[in-house]
């Protein structure tokens, strides 16, 4: 199954910084190890945001859901998702 998933980060200034670096690092080792695996075949990174969209190929809503809440950032994330099914015109 294939979804787009917006997903628009906002990181309280409360946190500090070291603690945010930390948990940007291993959100990207994160990232990284999902779209090895496969299951996230597309990241686009929105111009002038700290936001993504991306498309994730997975067997289930339940795995989608697993594997975003397995981001690191994914508390300070605002997501979208919107599951996507083939146009009869693409070629």
């Known amino acids: 199954m294939l979804y787009c ?3 628009e980060v906002k990181i309280p200034e409360s946190l500090p910084a070291d ?3 930390a948990i940007k690092a291993a959100e990207k080792a994160r990232a990284i190890e999902i779209q090895k695996s496969g299951k996230w075949p597309h990241l686009w990174r929105v111009a002038g ?3 993504n969209i991306s498309i994730f190929d ?3 809503n339940d795995e989608l859901h697993d594997l975003l809440s397995s981001l690191p950032l994914f508390p300070y ?5 919107t599951p996507l ?4 015109s693409a070629i």
């Open 19 to 21: 603690r945010a670096e």
């Open 77 to 81: 994330m605002t997501i979208a998702v």
């Open 5 to 7: 998933v917006q997903m």
């Open 85 to 88: 099914a083939r146009h009869p």
């Open 49 to 51: 945001r700290y936001a």
């Open 58 to 60: 997975v067997e289930s």
